[in-house]
Nanobody, 124 residues
Framework: QVQLVESGGGVVQAGRSLRLSCVAS????????MGWFRQAPGKEREFVAS????????YYADSVKGRFTISRDNTENTVYLQMNALKSEDTAVYYC?????????????????WGQGTQVTVSS
């Protein structure tokens, strides 16, 4: 069983930065691709970013490309999402997810484990 716990959310002004963290309680964290998804009020959950276990392959949604950076520390069982130049439309609950197949896709059903989410609110 994999447990994921996100942290780092909060309220921030547009244009500022925020870093989210997700700690995984799993013995073989480095075997998993990790992803970040988000869900805004009244909208479906959408893909944000992902990376495979080695950290060398990353994938971003067009809406965050160039502003967000996903990274991981396999020694700390942690994945990060650095969010820069935040916009009001980035306001959402952010979820991290783990994919045991190490595909790192944008498809939520590829991910077997999910965290509880952390709220990010960007004020304009």
């Amino acid at each position: 069983q994999v447990q994921l716990v996100e942290s780092g959310g909060g309220v921030v002004q547009a244009g500022r930065s925020l870093r989210l963290s997700c700690v995984a309680s799993v013995r073989t964290f480095s075997n998993y691709a990790m992803g970040w998804f988000r869900q805004a009020p009244g909208k479906e959950r959408e893909f944000v970013a992902s990376l495979r276990w080695s950290g060398g392959w990353t994938y971003y949604a067009d809406s965050v490309k160039g502003r967000f950076t996903i990274s991981r520390d396999n020694t700390e069982n942690t994945v990060y999402l650095q969010m820069n130049a935040l916009k009001s439309e980035d306001t959402a609950v952010y979820y991290c997810a783990a994919d045991p197949s190490d595909l790192g896709s944008a498809l939520s059903y590829e991910y077997s484990y999910w965290g509880q989410g952390t709220q990010v609110t960007v004020s304009s």
